[in-house]
C-alpha cells in the first residue's frame, strides 16, 4: 500500500529559511539601533550636565573674588570706625601716605 504524504520542495524551505534571516536580521538591528541611540543620548546628556557644573564652579568662583574684592579693605586698611579691626593709628598712616 503507497502513502501519499505531503513532502515540501527543497527550495521551498529554503526561501522559509532566508525570510526568517532577513526578519531577524532586522530585528536585531532595529534593537541594535536603539540601544545605540539611547547610549549616545546618555552620553550627551552626561556631557551636558558636566559643562552646566562647571560653568556654575567657575561663576561661584568669579563671585567670591568679587566680593572678596568689594568687602577687602583699601591697601590692607579698614577705614569703616564700626567694623571690629578698626585701627585710628594705621588709618591715618595710610592717609598721610595716599596724600
Known amino acids: 500500500m503507497a502513502t501519499n504524504t505531503y513532502r515540501p520542495l527543497p527550495w521551498i524551505w529554503l526561501f522559509t529559511n532566508q525570510q526568517v534571516a532577513r526578519w531577524s536580521a532586522l530585528a536585531l538591528g532595529l534593537v541594535y539601533g536603539y540601544t545605540h541611540n539611547n547610549s549616545l543620548v546618555a552620553l550627551e546628556h552626561n556631557r551636558a550636565e558636566q559643562i552646566k557644573a562647571e560653568?556654575?564652579?567657575?561663576?561661584?568662583?568669579?563671585?567670591?573674588?568679587?566680593?572678596?574684592?568689594?568687602?577687602?579693605?583699601?591697601?590692607?586698611?579698614?577705614?569703616?570706625?564700626?567694623?571690629?579691626?578698626?585701627?585710628l593709628e594705621?588709618?591715618?598712616?595710610?592717609?598721610?601716605?595716599?596724600?
Not at 556654575?56 to 564700626?82: H, M
Not at 594705621?90 to 596724600?99: C, G, N, V
Open 55 to 87: 560653568n556654575r564652579d567657575r561663576l561661584i568662583a568669579q563671585a567670591k573674588a568679587e566680593w572678596s574684592k568689594k568687602n577687602s579693605p583699601a591697601g590692607g586698611v579698614v577705614t569703616d570706625p564700626d567694623h571690629p579691626s578698626f585701627d
Open 90 to 99: 594705621k588709618m591715618l598712616i595710610h592717609l598721610s601716605e595716599t596724600a
